[in-house]
């Protein structure tokens, strides 16, 4: 005979399964973990020239607004016609959700593979890979959600109203595509991808930098941001890669502290990447 249901009174607490159990008790373990990382490393943390990098950003773009945007206003409809359809072909690159799509597919794939391989080297990189896809994520997550918020609260009309307003034109919280130029947010999103590829493979730093700045070039040549636009996103979404980078080296995640406090990534120098040990190559 079956015992029948019993339904919990209203204003009475049920105590927890044993899933939710251990479902908390991994949650502690895992924080407890990160703490116990944080602390392990703690004397590595140095203070960095987050004043000096400020400083030397808002003195970017500064110059790029007083003397490169009113001259790019009068110009920008004088471009080459070829130049301006590679550009409007290529500048989609910068935006959130091609990025994120790209980041998210990494990281599921990841999490799906990395429980089915069978070899442990091959599971260590697939979570490396992993890793490095979330961190990308949230740099650009960050950058996009600040760079919106200064484009709404900022105004500022884009070049394609420069003949009647000039560079001078704001309408704080007008909420209008042709009043959200500054910063330019393609550059932001921009900027967090490529600084942070540049942190995660230094290597390749300079062509990283230089890529990323073509990109945010392609919004000035297609006519929607002015110079000084793109060079404060390019620094927004730049100081959100490396602040984000910072956090994850104080706690050991992708990146390590060096002795002066900068992020570097943890596997340079390891040989995760090789099959063989005939065909071992260091990173």
Do not use: C
């Not at 209203?10 to 407890?32: C, E, N, Q, V, Y």
């Not at 400083?55 to 110059?63: D, G, R």
């Not at 999490?111 to 740099?139: E, F």
């Amino acid at each position: 005979m079956t015992q029948p249901r019993l339904l919990p009174i209203s204003g009475m607490t049920l105590p927890p399964t044993g899933a939710t159990i251990l479902h908390r008790s991994a949650h502690r373990r895992f924080f407890a973990r990160l703490a116990t990382r944080y602390q392990t490393r703690i004397q590595h943390h140095r203070r960095l020239a987050w004043f000096g990098y400020t400083l030397s950003a808002l003195n970017v773009v500064a110059i790029a607004f007083f003397v490169f945007d009113a001259a790019l206003g009068r110009t920008a409809k004088d471009l080459p016609g070829r130049l301006v359809t590679i550009a409007g072909d290529i500048t989609d690159i910068g935006k959130l959700t091609a990025i994120l799509t790209v980041t998210v597919t990494v990281i599921a794939v990841g999490l799906l593979l990395g429980r089915r391989l069978s070899n442990v080297r091959r599971r260590y990189r697939m979570a490396i890979l992993t890793q490095m896809a979330v961190y990308l994520s949230l740099s650009v997550v960050a950058a996009s959600v600040v760079v919106h918020i200064l484009k709404l609260a900022i105004g500022r009309a884009r070049p394609l109203l420069y003949d009647s307003t000039g560079i001078f034109s704001f309408d704080p919280f007008n909420g209008g595509f042709l009043h959200e130029s500054f910063p330019s947010g393609h550059s932001a999103h921009v900027g967090a991808v490529f600084v942070a590829l540049a942190l995660l493979f230094p290597r390749f730093r300079l062509l990283f930098v230089g890529l990323g700045l073509w990109l945010g070039a392609t919004r000035i040549i297609i006519g929607v941001h002015y110079p000084s636009d793109v060079m404060a996103g390019l620094a927004l979404g730049a100081w959100f890669a490396f602040a984000t980078a910072v956090v994850f080296a104080r706690y050991g995640v992708i990146f390590v502290l060096s002795p002066e406090g900068w992020p570097r990534p943890r596997f340079i120098g390891m040989t995760i990447f090789h099959r063989s040990p005939g065909n071992v190559k260091k990173l």
